[in-house]
C-alpha cells in the first residue's frame, strides 16, 4: 500500500464543517473572486504553471481561518505562489476580500479537504513549502484522533515537497505541539532544523490573537522540518516496501 492508498484508508477528517454566519460582504467576495481565484476540487493532478500563469516556488497553506496571515505573506512575498485550502466560506470570503483589496495575483484557494486534495491533485515533489498554521487543537482526549498532524498525513504532505521543501507548523497548545514535534521527528523523510522547537520566523507574522496571548502569558510553539535532500532514494524504498 503506498503513501496515497494509506492516506485513503486511514483518512478521518480533522474539522466539522460548521454553520457559520457568513457576512454581506464575505459572501460578495467569495463570489466575486472565487470565480478568478477559486480552484474546483477535482480527482486530477494539478498543473500550477497553468494555474499561476508562471514558474515559481509554490507553498501551500492548509487551514488558512479568515486568511490575515496568508494575504500578508503572499504579499510580502511576490516571488512565491500561494494555495491555501480551508473550507469554512466565512474564512474563504474573508481571504477573497483581502486579496482583491491587496490585488494579490499570486494566491489561489481550494474549498476543500485538505486530505484529498493533497492525495489527489498534488504532484509528489511539487511544494517548495508548506503552512499549517494553529490546526484545530481538538483538545478532549477522545478527539485526538481527529487531529490533523498524524503520522499518514504528514508522510502524505512531506511525498508532496520537493527535497529542501520546508514544513512550518504552530500551535498555541502545548500538548499538540508535543504531539507534532514526535509525529515530525518519526517521520525518516523530514528533518528538523532546529533542536525541538523553533523561534518564530519572519515569514509568520503575529495575529492580534497571538499577541493577546502572549500578553496573558500563553505560549506558542513553532516546528519548521525540510524534507531531506537525499529522501528520494529513501522515498522510493519506502514505496517498494508498502507495495
Known amino acids: ?20 454566519r457568513v457576512s454581506n460582504a464575505q459572501q460578495r467576495y467569495h ?22 500563469g508562471r514558474v515559481a516556488p509554490r507553498i501551500l497553506e492548509i487551514g488558512f481561518g479568515m486568511g490575515e496571515t496568508s494575504a500578508v505573506i503572499a504579499a510580502l512575498h511576490p516571488e512565491n505562489d500561494y494555495l491555501g485550502i480551508e473550507v469554512h466560506t466565512p474564512g474563504v470570503g474573508s481571504l477573497c476580500k483581502l486579496v482583491a483589496e491587496k490585488c494579490l495575483h499570486n494566491q489561489r484557494i481550494i474549498q476543500h479537504d485538505a486530505v484529498e486534495v493533497l492525495r489527489d491533485m498534488l504532484m509528489p515533489g511539487s511544494l517548495a513549502g508548506a503552512h499549517i498554521f494553529f490546526p484545530d487543537p481538538w483538545p478532549k482526549m477522545r478527539h485526538h484522533k481527529r487531529r490533523l498532524l498524524q503520522a499518514p498525513f504528514v508522510a502524505l504532505l512531506t511525498s508532496r515537497l520537493q527535497p ?3 514544513l512550518h507548523c504552530a500551535t ?15 517521520e525518516t523523510l523530514l528533518e528538523n532544523t532546529v533542536s525541538g522547537y523553533a523561534p518564530r520566523p519572519e515569514q509568520r507574522p503575529q495575529t492580534k490573537f497571538e ?12 516546528l519548521v522540518f525540510r524534507r531531506r535532500l537525499d529522501s528520494l532514494q529513501a522515498e522510493d524504498d519506502r514505496q517498494n516496501e508498502l507495495a
Open 172 to 186: 498555541d497548545w502545548e500538548d499538540y505541539a508535543q504531539q507534532m514535534l514526535a509525529v515530525l521527528s518519526a
Open 31 to 52: 463570489q466575486e473572486m472565487m470565480a478568478k481565484i477559486g480552484v474546483p476540487y477535482a480527482a486530477a493532478r494539478l498543473d500550477f504553471d497553468a494555474l499561476f
Open 164 to 166: 529542501g521543501g520546508y
Open 211 to 222: 499577541q493577546r496571548g502572549r500578553r496573558l502569558g500563553h505560549g506558542v510553539w513553532d
Open 1 to 20: 500500500m503506498g503513501t496515497d492508498a494509506a492516506a485513503r484508508a486511514g483518512h478521518i477528517r480533522s474539522f466539522v464543517r460548521r454553520q457559520g
